[in-house]
């Protein structure tokens, strides 16, 4: 099955929200001090990549019955402090942290402090209140390690942490939502026609030729979608090709010469790969009336996959 997308595409999140049930117990916080106002749990759902994630608040430690309560959800790769309340020094000791952005629409990456909520104005009943999501790991950017997903409740008004004795995150179980990975190609490739003089600078410098093609090995074929994260510089057309075992799967997308290392990431079918060798291709794009062909590097592609 061949596919057409762009390799800018991402598929959007799914998201499921949210039942009720009778009773809820606030559970201790491991300090056993004071309790956690959230309980965060996850389950690796299939090999598509998709996590569900279940929460319950508890309100009968805290004053937050009808507050308006800015909720940030969190994606920690490979973090220190996990199962339980954290610092937001514990959240930065580990990888990169992605937010979940309004509504769960997308992801920023945290640089410092909290921006935008995942869920602005929330007031909550006067009991308690659980329910679901279901997480699309590689449409949220949070498919290259292991994880784990925190929440930060803050008053709107005040920006104030809900919870006060220095632990204000509430972190989930681990989850890794891809197990294996594998380097697409081993170093830099230079796609192109011809070596000019402002290519002295780049990493290589002299093109290998219009069309570059390398192996790969896989141990077993992948069981659902493939996460392929690419790197590319200076792309002048956007018909650039490029095939994985004969079958188109996209262009790069142009940046118009620019010298700068651009990353992106697409979902992939697994029909497209199978065990044993696997071949990549890179072509270069000519668009008349020039009669020069494209020239560009590509590295670092990588796949994800179960």
């Known amino acids: 099955m061949k596919q057409t ?68 959800l969190l994606a920690i790769e490979n973090p220190v402090a996990y199962d339980g309340a954290c610092s937001m020094d514990d959240v930065n000791a580990g990888g990169s942290v992605r937010v979940f952005g309004p509504n769960m629409s997308s992801t920023y990456l945290l640089t410092g402090s909290l921006e935008t909520p995942t869920f602005g104005g929330i007031a909550f009943p006067s009991a308690f209140e659980e329910g679901s999501l279901v997480i699309n790991t590689a449409a949220a950017g949070i498919y290259q390690g292991s994880y784990a997903i925190a929440a930060v409740f803050t008053y709107q008004g005040t920006g104030e942490y809900l919870r006060t004795d220095g632990l204000p995150v509430q972190v989930s179980n681990i989850f890794t939502p891809f197990q294996y990975h594998m380097k697409l190609l081993k170093s830099t490739l230079h796609v192109g026609d011809g070596y000019d003089p402002y290519m002295a600078t780049w990493e290589v410098t002299h093109p290998e030729g219009i069309r570059v093609e390398r192996a790969f090995y896989l141990d077993h074929a992948p069981t659902g979608p493939v996460v392929l994260r690419v790197g590319y510089w200076a792309t002048l057309y956007d018909n650039n090709p490029v095939y994985i075992n004969g079958e188109f799967v996209g262009y790069l997308p142009a940046m118009h010469n620019y010298n700068i290392w651009a990353w992106s990431q697409v979902r992939l079918s697994p029909s497209l790969f199978h065990a044993g060798e696997n071949t990549i291709v890179f072509k270069s794009g000519l668009r008349p009336p020039s009669t020069h062909y494209d020239n560009y590097m590509v590295k670092g592609w990588e796949i994800f996959y179960n």
Request: hydrophobic residues 40%; charged residues 10%.
């Open 5 to 72: 997308h762009t390799l800018l595409l991402m598929a959007a999140l799914v998201v499921a929200h949210c039942c009720r049930s009778a009773t809820l117990v606030a559970q201790p916080s491991e300090s056993g001090s004071v309790p956690d106002y959230v309980v965060i749990t996850t389950t690796e759902m299939n090999s598509d990549g998709l996590v569900g994630l279940t929460y319950r608040c508890a309100l009968e430690a805290y004053n937050y019955d009808g507050a308006p309560l800015n909720i940030y």
